[in-house]
């Protein structure tokens, strides 16, 4: 999307299926920097994109409330976030959505 916000800062946990994919770990690769691997530093998009894991494809950062307190805090960090006082109300916490998978090209990255 290019937002360069907070999905490319994600933990994203892989399913056996697209670890197999993906080279064999069960997350996607974290730079030295905290951000995604895949994130192309010079335009903020996805290198993947068309070929990105479930739990990639089922984020959506406009309807993620903590993202939301983040941004409205300025938070930069995860060691901000962690370690500020901020309380998120019970009835702003965000369900992680189960992401159905309904073949195998949803999940599998574009031949190279």
């Not at 670890?19 to 996805?46: I, M, N, T, W, Y």
């Not at 409205?72 to 189960?98: A, D, M, R, W, Y």
């Amino acid at each position: 999307m290019g937002c360069a916000t907070f999905c490319c800062r994600l933990w994203v946990r892989l399913s056996e299926e697209e670890a197999v994919a993906f080279g064999g770990d069960r997350a996607l690769p974290k730079s030295e920097d905290g951000l995604c691997v895949h994130l192309d530093r010079q335009s903020h998009l996805c290198s993947i994109w068309e070929g990105r894991p479930a739990a990639c494809r089922g984020y959506d950062c406009n309807h993620d409330r903590f993202l939301q307190v983040v941004l409205k805090e300025g938070f930069q960090s995860l060691k901000q976030v962690v370690t500020s006082k901020v309380l998120i109300p019970l009835e702003c916490h965000v369900q992680i959505p189960v992401v159905s998978i309904s073949s195998e090209s949803d999940w599998l990255p574009e031949s190279t």
